[in-house]
């Protein structure tokens, strides 16, 4: 009795803030009014996970070491809770526990990661860990038995420290080779199941020199994994492979501004399409050739701090990808200033942004709510880019935690951020095929630790069998699966 009770005046409550919220959303001008309309068929859906953020066992039956399991060992810790990924959601042990859940919410598809590491313990082909690639054969296996798609991120950002130690990571060329040989080792061991690939998530921060060479070699390491399926797996694995690309919408600060527009326009090409337009067109946009290439001469360098790709590596970049990959959760608005700083990618783009004080926030200080920015970023993607294919791969809200089980903002991010997506399919004709959610369960944050949680599922991180809690969030996902979008009761 106690609990219908309490559960009617929850779902009371929940409903009341979600008229509330609509009602609020028409004061906003860019928000028109709420779409009850379905996905075309076959849309799929699903969640979104990585591997060092779930998984733990971080030196177990044979995995090497990476770069975040080095980087969270330090004696002073990065991590604002000195937390780390050592067991993380315990996802090694705990697999069967996760496709549990995601049948529970009725998905098709499911995005995770391979540790590099795990597989390869140093980086290189010189050593399989055959343990470790059991322990992907199980997932895709337990996935596939459960009528799940895997859809596999290659690298979600925990490079073997070894590769790290031995040539200094991603500003050295040499790790072109180590990364194919790692795709042609995945492709060889998984691509009997596995259809759907992504070889990197790629965000890259940092300042001077290093984030362009970073970037640098991982689209040469990218151009050369899609070739290497296109050459000599895909006709038989029948699959596709592509890149996953997060970034914020660039909304102009005042619209009526032609600069404004204008820095928006370039702070996108900064930021997306510094990895997309050598996908798509074979060379970094044109702004950031001339932006980078005379701010370092000024520098006095000899050389642009933002390399070259030279004809042969625009060939084998142009048009290597099968679908993109869109990871989205907030907006900037952005204005024109001076070159700032230090040399660097957010000094040389001569941009300032800044978020609206009356956006609703969430437990990440960088994540705030603007649904609206959502449809026009996947209008900017499809004209930007002639319309490809697109997976939404990752998407999401963060709370502190402290409350498992009543997440209400995070239920109405859902609801309003894929009602967007659902008008940029319907009404814009974006072509997206899927959208998985970030994320499955509460994870490891980064830098943030077990502080900003952006599960539909609730883990207790201090019990050692891993409790997980459903969140009011994962009823209404589960409800938008199950409808393919929003049927007005
Ligand atoms: C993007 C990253 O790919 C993912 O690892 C991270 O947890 C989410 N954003 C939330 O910050």
Redesign the pocket.
Same mark, same amino acid.
């Given at each position: 009795m106690k609990t219908s009770t309490m559960t009617s005046t929850r779902v009371l409550t929940f409903s009341l803030i979600v008229s509330l919220l609509t009602f609020c959303h028409g004061d906003l001008q860019q928000e028109d009014e709420f779409l009850y309309d379905t996905f075309p068929e076959g849309f799929r859906w699903g969640f979104a996970t990585?591997a060092y953020?779930i998984e733990g066992a971080w030196n177990i039956d044979g995995k090497g070491e990476s770069i975040w399991d080095r980087f969270t060992h330090r004696l002073v810790s990065p991590i604002i809770d000195g937390s780390n990924g050592d067991i993380a959601c315990d996802s090694y042990h705990k697999y069967p526990r996760d496709v549990e859940l995601l049948k529970s919410m009725g998905v098709q598809f499911y995005r995770f990661s391979i540790s590099w590491s795990r597989v390869l313990p140093r980086g290189t082909n010189d050593l399989v860990n055959e343990v470790g690639i059991s322990y992907y054969n199980n997932l895709i296996n337990l996935l596939i038995s459960n009528n799940i798609i895997p859809m596999v991120t290659m690298y979600?950002?925990d490079l073997p420290q070894n590769l790290q130690s031995q040539f200094g990571g991603w500003p050295n060329e040499t790790l072109i080779e180590h990364f194919e040989n790692y795709a042609r080792l995945l492709y060889e061991r998984f691509g009997d199941r596995v259809k759907h690939w992504m070889t990197f998530?790629v965000?890259i921060l940092g300042e001077a020199t290093e984030p362009y060479k970073c970037a640098h070699t991982i689209l040469k390491s990218h151009a050369k994994a899609y070739r290497l399926y296109e050459r000599e797996f895909k006709e038989w694995q029948n699959g596709e492979v592509g890149i996953?690309i997060?970034s914020e919408f660039m909304q102009p600060d005042n619209p009526d501004d032609p600069t404004h527009v204008e820095a928006a326009e370039r702070a996108l090409r900064f930021k997306h399409g510094w990895f997309a337009f050598p996908v798509f067109f074979g060379d970094y946009p044109s702004v950031m050739r001339e932006l980078v290439d005379a701010r370092s001469e000024a520098e006095g360098r000899n050389a642009s701090r933002l390399p070259t790709l030279d004809e042969e590596w625009q060939t084998m970049l142009r048009g290597s990808f099968d679908f993109l990959g869109v990871?989205h959760?907030t907006t900037e608005l952005v204005r024109p200033a001076a070159a700032q700083g230090l040399p660097g990618w957010s000094g040389d783009q001569q941009v300032s942004k800044r978020k609206d004080p009356s956006w609703e926030g969430s437990a =990440?200080a960088w994540?705030k709510k603007v649904p609206w920015g959502f449809r026009k970023y996947l209008n900017w993607l499809k004209n930007t880019y002639d319309n490809p294919v697109m997976y939404i791969t990752?998407n999401?809200w963060?709370d502190d935690g402290r409350d498992p089980t009543n997440d209400t903002s995070r239920s109405l991010f859902y609801r309003d951020y894929i009602n967007n997506v659902l008008k940029a399919v319907k009404l814009d004709g974006v072509n997206i095929k899927g959208y998985t959610a970030? =994320?499955l369960m509460d994870?490891f944050?980064?830098a943030n630790g077990f502080t900003?949680r952006?599960g539909v599922h609730w883990v207790d991180f201090t019990d050692p069998e891993r409790q997980v809690i459903p969140k009011d969030s994962s009823v209404v996902l589960k409800k938008i699966f199950e409808d393919n979008g929003f049927v007005e009761e």
């Amino acid at each position: 009795m106690k609990t219908s009770t309490m559960t009617s005046t929850r779902v009371l409550t929940f409903s009341l803030i979600v008229s509330l919220l609509t009602f609020c959303h028409g004061d906003l001008q860019q928000e028109d009014e709420f779409l009850y309309d379905t996905f075309p068929e076959g849309f799929r859906w699903g969640f979104a996970t990585a591997a060092y953020q779930i998984e733990g066992a971080w030196n177990i039956d044979g995995k090497g070491e990476s770069i975040w399991d080095r980087f969270t060992h330090r004696l002073v810790s990065p991590i604002i809770d000195g937390s780390n990924g050592d067991i993380a959601c315990d996802s090694y042990h705990k697999y069967p526990r996760d496709v549990e859940l995601l049948k529970s919410m009725g998905v098709q598809f499911y995005r995770f990661s391979i540790s590099w590491s795990r597989v390869l313990p140093r980086g290189t082909n010189d050593l399989v860990n055959e343990v470790g690639i059991s322990y992907y054969n199980n997932l895709i296996n337990l996935l596939i038995s459960n009528n799940i798609i895997p859809m596999v991120t290659m690298y979600h950002w925990d490079l073997p420290q070894n590769l790290q130690s031995q040539f200094g990571g991603w500003p050295n060329e040499t790790l072109i080779e180590h990364f194919e040989n790692y795709a042609r080792l995945l492709y060889e061991r998984f691509g009997d199941r596995v259809k759907h690939w992504m070889t990197f998530n790629v965000r890259i921060l940092g300042e001077a020199t290093e984030p362009y060479k970073c970037a640098h070699t991982i689209l040469k390491s990218h151009a050369k994994a899609y070739r290497l399926y296109e050459r000599e797996f895909k006709e038989w694995q029948n699959g596709e492979v592509g890149i996953v690309i997060d970034s914020e919408f660039m909304q102009p600060d005042n619209p009526d501004d032609p600069t404004h527009v204008e820095a928006a326009e370039r702070a996108l090409r900064f930021k997306h399409g510094w990895f997309a337009f050598p996908v798509f067109f074979g060379d970094y946009p044109s702004v950031m050739r001339e932006l980078v290439d005379a701010r370092s001469e000024a520098e006095g360098r000899n050389a642009s701090r933002l390399p070259t790709l030279d004809e042969e590596w625009q060939t084998m970049l142009r048009g290597s990808f099968d679908f993109l990959g869109v990871n989205h959760y907030t907006t900037e608005l952005v204005r024109p200033a001076a070159a700032q700083g230090l040399p660097g990618w957010s000094g040389d783009q001569q941009v300032s942004k800044r978020k609206d004080p009356s956006w609703e926030g969430s437990a =990440s200080a960088w994540l705030k709510k603007v649904p609206w920015g959502f449809r026009k970023y996947l209008n900017w993607l499809k004209n930007t880019y002639d319309n490809p294919v697109m997976y939404i791969t990752e998407n999401g809200w963060s709370d502190d935690g402290r409350d498992p089980t009543n997440d209400t903002s995070r239920s109405l991010f859902y609801r309003d951020y894929i009602n967007n997506v659902l008008k940029a399919v319907k009404l814009d004709g974006v072509n997206i095929k899927g959208y998985t959610a970030w =994320s499955l369960m509460d994870n490891f944050e980064w830098a943030n630790g077990f502080t900003d949680r952006f599960g539909v599922h609730w883990v207790d991180f201090t019990d050692p069998e891993r409790q997980v809690i459903p969140k009011d969030s994962s009823v209404v996902l589960k409800k938008i699966f199950e409808d393919n979008g929003f049927v007005e009761e």
